[in-house]
């Protein structure tokens, strides 16, 4: 079992930036796909990144690509998304999700364990 918190949301400009954090207990994240998806109100979850722990691989969606970096520090069993140039299309929840499996996938369902969500709201 994989507990899954979530840090770092808030209140931001457009144009500026946030770091969230997903800190894990349970079991490692080494065996693990860890993803951060969002959710705006009235909308479907959406994936955002995604990282295959033991390659340190990543994936992005278009949307977010240039802007956002997924890192992880493996000591500290923690998954990191820096956000720069945010925009108001950015504001959601976010949420870290995990998965045992060795790719990254883009649809929610494929992930097991989801943290409790960080809230994300950009203003113009």
Do not use: H
Not at 3 to 22: H, I, K
Not at 51 to 72: E, H, L, N, P
Request: hydrophobic content about 30%.
């Amino acid at each position: 079992q994989v507990q899954l918190v979530e840090s770092g949301g808030g209140l931001v400009q457009a144009g500026g930036s946030l770091r969230l954090s997903c800190a894990a207990s349970g079991r490692s994240f080494s065996s693990y796909v860890v993803g951060w998806f969002r959710q705006a109100p009235g909308k479907e979850r959406e994936f955002v990144s995604g990282i295959r722990w033991s390659t340190g691989t990543t994936y992005y969606a278009d949307s977010v690509k240039g802007r956002f970096t997924i890192s992880r520090d493996n000591a500290k069993n923690t998954l990191y998304l820096q956000m720069n140039g945010l925009k108001p299309e950015d504001t959601g929840v976010y949420y870290c999700a995990a998965d045992r499996g060795s790719q990254v996938a883009v649809m929610a369902r494929s992930y097991d364990y989801w943290g409790q969500g960080t809230q994300v709201t950009v203003s113009s």
